[in-house]
């Protein structure tokens, strides 16, 4: 199976602050990747697909980098309402396993 | 608008069985693979299984591969998972979720509120 690690894998942050959090995949995944957010008692959404691709509705301080085994979620300007857990989910193979998640928290 | 809603959910023995159902609507049910997601309390999330349009393929993750068996009726719009053999590990909240087909592998792009599978004796 495909190994996801993300980090950190918690991040303290205030409104404002550029974040960048970092998943890297044990093996070559080309941009089979997705990013999703979640919050407490809430199911996932999906933010990115295609590694860089922005889904439809998301806002556009959210952004994806990356191909191979390293990638990148950015939040150029965090919000408040970006507070929230943040995974990332490789999609080449099965099974189409995640990363431990990366909880965002104000600073 | 696309809504996914589970049931089925509840407290079970170890070694006991239980069927959780998705029900689909504001899109196409037979026209798109599903996908069963769980998350343990307070941990990520873990992928599960998912089924192919007119159910003919599924694939499995290996911790559930012979326990579980995801199935769906594209006539009621539904989508199921029959857990057999249940363990304390398979507590979870679990998810159906639709897959969205890109250039570059298969996201989930709508998810339910889950259902809570407590595995206890």
């Known amino acids: 199976d495909i190994q996801l690690t993300q980090s950190p894998s918690f991040l303290s942050a205030s409104v404002g602050d550029r974040v960048t959090i970092t998943c890297r995949a044990s093996q070559g995944i080309s941009t089979y990747l997705a990013w999703y957010q979640q919050k407490p008692g809430k199911a996932p959404k999906l933010l990115i697909h295609?590694?860089?691709t922005l889904q439809s509705g998301v806002p556009s301080r959210f952004s994806g980098s990356g191909s191979g085994t390293e990638f990148t979620l950015t939040i150029s300007s965090l919000q408040p309402d970006d507070f929230a857990t943040y995974c990332c989910q490789q999609l080449i193979s099965y099974p189409r396993t995640f990363g431990g998640g990366t909880k965002v928290e104000i600073k | 608008e696309v809504q996914l809603v589970e049931s089925g959910g509840g407290l079970v023995q170890p070694g006991g069985s239980l069927r959780l159902s998705c029900v689909a609507s504001?899109?196409?049910?037979?026209?798109?693979?599903m996908s069963w997601v769980r998350q343990a309390p307070g941990k990520g999330l873990e992928w599960v299984a998912n089924i192919k349009k007119d159910g003919s393929e599924s694939h499995y993750a290996d911790y559930v591969k012979g326990r579980f068996a995801i199935s769906r009726d594209n006539a009621k719009n539904s989508l199921y998972l029959q857990m057999n053999s249940l363990r304390a590990e398979d507590t979870a909240v679990y998810y159906c979720?639709?897959?969205?087909?890109?250039?570059?592998?298969?996201?989930?792009?709508?998810w339910g509120q889950g259902t809570l599978v407590t595995v206890s004796s």
């Open positions: 295609t590694a860089s």
């Open positions: 504001g899109f196409s049910f037979s026209s798109q693979w």
């Open positions: 979720a639709r897959d969205y087909i890109t250039s570059f592998g298969v996201p989930n792009d709508y």
